[in-house]
């Protein structure tokens, strides 16, 4: 591989400037930034949203402060095709968010216990430090999250696990579970040392 010089760097201004287009281009970014500059509005106006299917209406869900939009939106995709199957009024039937929350949270913390045991140089104030910790006790999650909780442990109706105030705001308990894990990770540390 060859070193930048000023050489270099004097031949690429060189070509630069020989193509006037180049200086047509910079300005339009300069002025309306690269994603404008890229927008071509004859594909936009070509490519107009028109949609031929519509969804049954079902319950709104509202997450307000969780991060549990890909739980919601899971339980969203399927909630009018389990309310049809078992012949619920689709608009008030539900599948309960807390019943996945607390499957996901019972994954997730089981993970982190699952890979201290496992690893013998698991460093406590080393992962502390990145943050590693703090993602086994987060809401946040994917698509793919839902579908395994959901192949694994199944759905059930709001009405049997209805939502609860710290599905909303889960500050409360994201911090109560988050010191949990830390000390069963200290824990798990101590016991994994003692039994070597």
Sequence with gaps: MKNITMSII??????????PSNKIIENSIKQVGLKGACLDLEVVNNNIDVFNIELPKTKIYNQQESHLCWCYAGLSLINANVAKNLNQKIEEFSLSVTYLSFMDK????NTIYEYVIENDHFDFETELSKG???????EGGYFCYFKDLVKKYGIVPESTKPEIECIHHPGDLRALLKDKVKKDVWN???????TK
């Design 188 to 194: 798990l540390i101590n016991e994994t040392e003692y």
């Design 10 to 19: 004097e031949k690429f201004h060189e070509e630069y400037q020989r193509d």
């Design 132 to 138: 590693y910790l703090q993602f086994y006790t987060y």
């Design 106 to 109: 019972l994954e997730k913390t």
